[in-house]
């Protein structure tokens, strides 16, 4: 069987149900950077660029009635090289712990605008936020409830584009959505070279081929073996999370 299969089922029923589904795509993972929500500033939580992004995201919840899963990381206080005399495990670690912060924020900002959210870490801190479990994140997602996936998989030695990819896999995510500072996907880093080619679509075994650096390689493969596509977008215009849930055609895709 398809691994959306289930998921098709579930929107099918809705439609029934005379729910209107208007996003191509009903349940993805959008992947946020730690240092996306730092804004301008380039350390910690910037709130006006945060508002921004979360605005969007209630707009695809209420509006196209996507059931949106974010995983976020932690970049803007701290990133597990920062220690390069730390034992890796405790510096990773303390990456997830930042991680949190940022979930904890992004929880704020999509309550204060009415969307109901859920904060789920990996590692366990019942005081703030619940455990991750997969049925129980399911289940808040067909309920119009945001999912923040914490801490990455809980484990050091994994990046959150790994978490990303993991979570994505177990919740049966249509797509997963990478929002970095380019707008997509380039033969060469477009910042160094200005001839640099932009793709449209490419093959993760050409992403992991040519050392494209799109994700890492864990996390590229894992999405490849599972067959989740990926799309890759600028998110200096955070409306391009609305128009890529849409399907309109932006950034690159990866499948």
């Given amino acids: 069987m398809n691994k959306h299969a289930g998921q098709r089922k579930y929107n099918t029923r809705l439609r029934k149900k005379g729910v209107r589904i208007l996003a191509k795509y009903k ?54 090289r920062s220690g390069k005399n730390m034992d890796r495990s405790r510096a990773d670690q303390m990456g997830m712990l930042a991680t949190a912060i940022n979930a904890l924020a992004l929880q704020d900002a999509l309550e204060r ?40 998989t809980g484990s050091p ?35 160094i070279n200005a001839t640099a080619i932009k793709f449209d679509k490419i093959k993760y075994l050409d992403v992991l081929n040519r050392g494209l650096g799109v994700m890492d390689s864990t996390a590229t493969s894992l999405c490849m073996d599972n067959n989740i596509p990926l799309l890759i977008f600028g998110l200096n215009e955070p409306e391009n999370i609305y128009k890529a849930i849409s399907g309109e055609e932006i950034g690159t895709a990866v499948r």
């Fill in 27 to 80: 349940r993805v993972i959008l992947k946020i950077s730690g240092e996306a929500l730092a804004g301008k500033r380039g350390f910690g939580l910037d709130e006006p660029t945060i508002e921004g992004i979360t605005g969007v995201i209630a707009r695809a919840v209420r509006e196209l009635k996507a059931e949106i899963a974010i995983v976020v990381g932690g970049g803007n206080f701290w990133r597990g």
């Fill in 113 to 152: 605008q009415g969307v109901p959210t859920r904060v789920q870490t990996a590692i366990e801190m019942r005081a703030i936020a619940e455990p991750y479990i997969r049925g129980r994140a399911i289940r808040h997602l067909q309920k119009e409830r945001v999912v923040i996936f914490a801490c990455g």
């Fill in 157 to 191: 030695f994994f990046s959150t584009d790994t978490a990303a990819a993991l979570r994505a896999a177990e919740i049966d995510a249509e797509l997963i959505l990478l929002a970095k500072k380019v707008d997509g996907v380039y033969d060469s880093d477009p910042n």
